[in-house]
T-cell receptor, first 112, second 117 residues
Framework: AQSVTQLGSHVSVSEGALVLLRCNYS??????LFWYVQYPNQGLQLLLK??????LVKGINGFEAEFKKSETSFHLTKPSAHMSDAAEYFC??????????FGAGTTVTVRA | GAVVSQHPSRVICKSGTSVKIECRSL??????MFWYRQFPKKSLMLMAT?????????EQGVEKDKFLINHASLTLSTLTVTSAHPEDSSFYIC?????????????FGPGTRLTVL
């Protein structure tokens, strides 16, 4: 079975500063990894995903994540935070059956 | 990209009534759909996996007689909350799965806010 741990339930950054959200996974086989963003009262939007190949994955809105197998991590970064990045972020993992296991989520607030 | 819709987006009902929520994949055929429940400030909790033409698979602790799921076609799954009570108030989100760009992917609906009075 696979699982995901997101370190830090809340992250507060200044506008223009680096955003770093941490995600570690456990899986017995190479997983597929995802980062989703959720704005209040909305569904989830895919930011990026890792399947195979290049370990540095670029997504929408300037986000990127790096798959590090040796560290079982898939941390999400954005070089410069924008006010519109304030939202809830979820890391998720699946194997081949489409069933997602989600982390607990990280709330990002952006200070002007 | 793939679009999943949910209807209604918001519903308020009286205790004891039943509420049906529809989930549609608008531009692709999804063999599998998922239903989630989300409590305030919490992550998504998988309720059930819905496959077209077969019975849904419910997660442990989810009452299948209370949360009826029907997946009648490749583009439509419905969740009916039967005899709703205030504790069923929640945000319900569906998703539809597809194999895209070398891996599985779920596309999420916008969610339905259910309030039971």
């Amino acid at each position: 079975a696979q699982s995901v741990t997101q370190l830090g339930s809340h992250v507060s950054v200044s506008e223009g500063a680096l955003v770093l959200l941490r995600c570690n996974y456990s899986s017995s086989v190479p997983p597929y990894l995802f980062w989703y963003v959720q704005y209040p009262n909305q569904g989830l939007q895919l930011l990026l995903k890792y399947t195979t190949g290049a370990t540095l994955v670029k997504g929408i809105n300037g986000f990127e994540a790096e798959f590090k197998k040796s560290e079982t991590s898939f941390h999400l970064t954005k070089p410069s935070a924008h006010m519109s990045d304030a939202a809830e972020y979820f890391c998720a993992v699946t194997l081949n059956d489409y069933k997602l296991s989600f982390g607990a989520g990280t709330t990002v607030t952006v200070r002007a | 990209g793939a679009v999943v819709s949910q209807h209604p987006s918001r519903v308020i009902c009286k205790s004891g009534t039943s509420v049906k929520i529809e989930c549609r994949s608008l531009d692709f055929q999804a063999t599998t759909m998922f239903w989630y429940r989300q409590f305030p400030k919490k992550s998504l909790m998988l309720m059930a996996t819905s496959n077209e033409g077969s019975k849904a698979t419910y997660e442990q602790g989810v009452e299948k007689d209370k949360f009826l799921i029907n997946h009648a076609s490749l583009t439509l799954s419905t969740l009916t909350v039967t005899s709703a009570h205030p504790e069923d108030s929640s945000f319900y989100i569906c998703s539809a799965s597809w194999w895209l760009a070398g891996g599985p992917e779920q596309f999420f609906g916008p969610g339905t806010r259910l309030t039971v009075l």
